[in-house]
């Protein structure tokens, strides 16, 4: 049975009613309009007096009223999911609107399909695990790298062996639409590719996506990107929320490796998510880099404790100490992948080092970076580095 959000609204002066009117997804019967209430100050009183799930605030722009009302509404009600409508330019508002604590923010006007999926994103992250129509999510993960060659492809590819090594049913999602290379990493062909997907046209479910869906031997799956990079263009935002909400709804995990940068793409990717792992390494660039990407994800009012750092080739001898990994990002690396003349090789050879070297240094660090998402291992150790130290010859 499908749970309806009861859904309050609170109009603040100077919006334009028919702007948030037009917005609303009155049609559909998973959201329950319980007030639309002109002003603040009444907007509070019945938010005190109606059972509600969700709050949305519309306001022209910055305004320290709407600010107020959302840091109290957070107090008094932990658990309430927050959306703010913008009628006007948002400059100067979006970073204080989610730190006052609300969930998104939406521009208007906007095509209500897209405040529907706002509203139910909202709903999901205040429940963690679930969304808005009750059902259960499996977790997705989105690997993240600002600059292209810090080794995320290789960090999605070996989370997703290591976890289906471990039982679990996992799907990859190859969102490098123009130069993806999961295939490459996994030694996959691309017979069936997302652009497959998308011209096959008509709605999508579960069985539907399975089709077009590449298995490695591990048990893991794939959804490759297209072959050409000219066939990128017809993957849309709005498809990829789709194919994410379906596949989240069938598998264990599943796994977004992402293109450098955050592209519309990448951004409706992190939303859609519950876990981002964001991939640098040890030098002055790439930390720099790691750092912007970072302070993006708290712009854009992700939190905190969902973000995995990792750092590959992390003994690498370029004069750069463990202190001075921590003063440039500002946080401890949550995983240290050692450098390994094998992971070059087991990439040309299309087998993930956590089978090609599952007794290798780095193998280790990339299971283990997969228990932290099973929940058998902590995501820090005593709150220092975890970098697993070559043996010596001989050693036990």
Same mark, same amino acid.
Not at 94 to 112: K, M, N, Q, Y
Not at 328 to 335: A, C, E, K, L, W
Not at 355 to 370: E, I, P, V
């Given at each position: 049975m499908t749970q309806t959000i009861r859904a309050l609204v609170a109009v603040d002066e100077g919006v334009d009613h028919a702007l948030v009117?037009?917005?609303?997804?009155a049609h559909r019967t998973e959201i329950q309009l319980v007030g639309i209430v002109d002003g603040l100050d009444e907007g509070w009183t019945t938010l005190q007096e109606t059972a509600t799930d969700l709050l949305v605030v519309a306001c022209t722009g910055y305004s320290d009223r709407v600010l107020f009302m959302i840091e109290g509404a957070v107090k008094q009600r932990a658990d309430l999911a927050i959306v703010v409508f913008v009628t006007g330019p948002p400059d100067g508002f979006?970073?204080?609107?989610?730190?006052?604590? @609300? $969930?998104? &923010?939406? /521009?208007?006007?906007?095509?209500?399909e897209d405040v529907a999926f706002a *509203?139910?994103?909202?709903?999901?992250?205040?429940?963690?695990?679930s969304v808005a129509t009750g059902t259960a999510l499996s977790p997705m993960i989105v690997v993240l790298g600002p600059k292209g060659g810090t080794g995320k492809t290789i960090t999605s590819a070996n989370l997703a062996v290591s976890l289906a090594n471990s039982g679990y049913k996992v799907t990859v999602v190859d969102l490098d639409l123009q130069f993806g290379d999961v295939g490459l990493a996994l030694g996959l062909k691309p017979d069936k590719t997302i652009y497959d997907l998308v011209k096959a046209g008509g709605s999508?479910? @579960? $069985?539907? &996506?399975? /089709?077009?869906?590449?298995?490695?031997?591990?048990?893991?799956?794939? *959804?490759m990107a297209p072959t050409r990079p000219d066939h990128a263009g017809v993957i849309r935002t709005e498809f990829l929320r789709d194919v994410y909400a379906n596949l989240r709804a069938s598998n264990d995990f599943v796994i977004v490796d992402t293109p450098p940068g955050f592209t519309p793409e990448v951004i409706a990717s992190i939303d859609s998510s519950s876990g981002v792992i964001l991939v640098g390494m040890l030098d002055t660039l790439s930390l720099k880099n790691t750092k912007l990407g970072l302070d993006t994800l708290e712009l854009m009012g992700y939190p905190t404790d969902r973000i995995r750092l990792l750092l590959n080739r992390a003994d690498s001898r370029v004069g750069i100490t463990q202190e001075d990994v921590v003063s440039?990002?500002?946080?401890?690396?949550?995983?240290m992948v050692p450098s390994d003349r094998e992971i070059p090789r087991s990439v040309n050879e299309g087998q993930p080092i956590v089978?090609?070297?599952?007794?290798?240094?780095?193998?280790?660090?990339?299971?283990?970076?997969?228990s932290m998402y099973d929940g058998s291992t902590p995501a820090t150790t005593n709150g220092r580095f975890h970098l697993m130290k070559k043996k010596e010859k001989g050693s036990k």
């Open positions: 009117q037009a917005a609303l997804p979006v970073r204080r609107i989610f730190e006052a604590g @609300a $969930d998104d &923010i939406l /521009a208007l006007p906007t095509d209500s *509203l139910q994103k909202a709903m999901a992250r205040k429940a963690g695990a999508l479910d @579960a $069985d539907k &996506i399975e /089709a077009y869906l590449v298995t490695h031997e591990s048990g893991a799956r794939v *959804l440039v990002i500002g946080r401890i690396p949550d995983v089978s090609a070297k599952a007794h290798s240094n780095a193998a280790k660090a990339f299971n283990r970076l997969a």
